[in-house]
């Protein structure tokens, strides 16, 4: 329920619209193969960091310019120090997000 709330940019318990308008995605069942074509992809290797106590083990992955990828977690789970590895901000301890 949170997600339709925070795309239609209403929430109906507090009569409150934070958005003017909705979020709307258009959704394709599949590209063309020239959009294929066009389309970065990008692979990253698995990785791992330990910081004291905490330490992040990433699976190696893949993903192309026509997703949207979203981190869910908590807090304190790596996400930021992920990307931050991904964007070469931090180095990994292993593997390598370049």
């Not at 109906?12 to 709307?24: A, C």
């Not at 791992?48 to 304190?76: A, P």
């Amino acid at each position: 329920m949170g997600i339709n709330i925070f795309l239609d940019g209403f929430v109906p318990t507090e009569n409150l619209r934070f958005r003017d308008e909705s979020l709307v995605f258009k959704v394709a069942e599949s590209a063309t193969e020239e959009e294929v074509k066009r389309m970065n992809h990008y692979e990253y290797p698995a990785m791992t960091k330990t910081m004291g106590n905490f330490q992040l083990k990433v699976v190696k992955g893949q993903f192309s310019d026509s997703e949207i990828l979203v981190l869910l977690g908590e807090n304190g789970t790596g996400k930021t120090t992920f990307i931050r590895m991904l964007a070469g901000n931090l180095e990994a301890d292993s593997g390598s997000g370049k």
